[in-house]
């Protein structure tokens, strides 16, 4: 499984966009990217995923350069709420197995 | 997004006893489940692999006769901690997979007297 990191933490205002980026320099081609959060005591959440296109969903946007050697999650519009650990995973397409990096602490201040 | 719950989300035990933690699946079938660890103030990390029907898969380093895993249906996983010590208290995470995600559970916060 390819390594990935991530900047140690992170500030953003509340309501404007969040701009994460995760770096996957070992990535090879049928690995897909997955991001996270985890909020405090709990478990983590999905966010998004994908493999070589730009993804949308209602919780944010990820960016995959062309390269596939890093991407940025965006939060478009983040809230006290989008506070989390954010975390970057890639997985080979058929293992299965998630090893965690030490993520980027978003803090969203008011 | 799937559903996939834990029990308890809390428990204090003594040193030396046992504490078994459930994992369930709660809208989907899930013949693979994860059991994750987590110490304060740092990352996830993946114990063992639990295959419903089969042996569970552990990772390097983990006790496999300490952190018992049975997976007896496609909605249910268990980690039993045997014989807790202090140096057990950790958050336990479980996550299952309907597709290639995982779905992870709300966490079990063991803490060992």
């Given amino acids: ?10 500030d953003c205002a509340e309501g404007r966009a969040a701009n994460l980026p995760c770096n996957h320099s070992t990535i090879s081609g049928n690995e897909y990217v ?28 990820l960016i995959i350069t062309e390269d596939r050697k890093s991407s940025t999650l965006i939060l478009p519009h983040a809230t ?3 506070t989390a650990v954010y975390y970057c995973i890639s997985l080979t397409s058929g293992t299965y197995k998630y090893i965690f990096g030490t993520g980027t602490r978003l803090k969203v201040l008011a | ?19 078994k933690i459930e994992c369930r699946s709660l809208d989907f079938q899930a013949t693979t489940m994860f059991w994750y660890r987590q110490f304060p103030k740092q ?10 029907g ?28 045997t014989s807790a010590h202090p140096e057990d208290s950790s958050f336990y995470i479980c996550s299952a ?4 995600t995982q779905y ?3 966490g079990t916060r063991l803490t060992v007297l």
């Fill in chain 2, 43 to 52: 990352s996830l990390m993946l114990m063992a692999t639990s295959n419903e």
């Fill in chain 1, 34 to 61: 997955y991001w996270y959060r985890q909020i405090h005591s709990q478990g983590p959440q999905y966010i998004i995923h994908g493999l070589k296109n730009n993804e949308t969903n209602e919780m944010a946007s």
């Fill in chain 2, 1 to 19: 997004g799937a559903v996939v719950s834990q029990h308890p989300s809390w428990v204090i035990c003594k040193s030396g006893t046992s504490v």
């Fill in chain 1, 80 to 82: 006290l709420r989008d």
């Fill in chain 2, 97 to 100: 997979r309907p597709t290639d």
């Fill in chain 2, 104 to 106: 992870f559970g709300p």
């Fill in chain 2, 54 to 81: 089969s042996k569970a898969t552990y990772e390097q380093g983990v006790e496999k006769d300490k952190f018992l895993i049975n997976h007896a249906s496609l909605t249910l996983s268990t980690l039993t901690v």
């Fill in chain 1, 1 to 10: 499984d390819a390594k990935t990191t991530q900047p140690t933490s992170m």
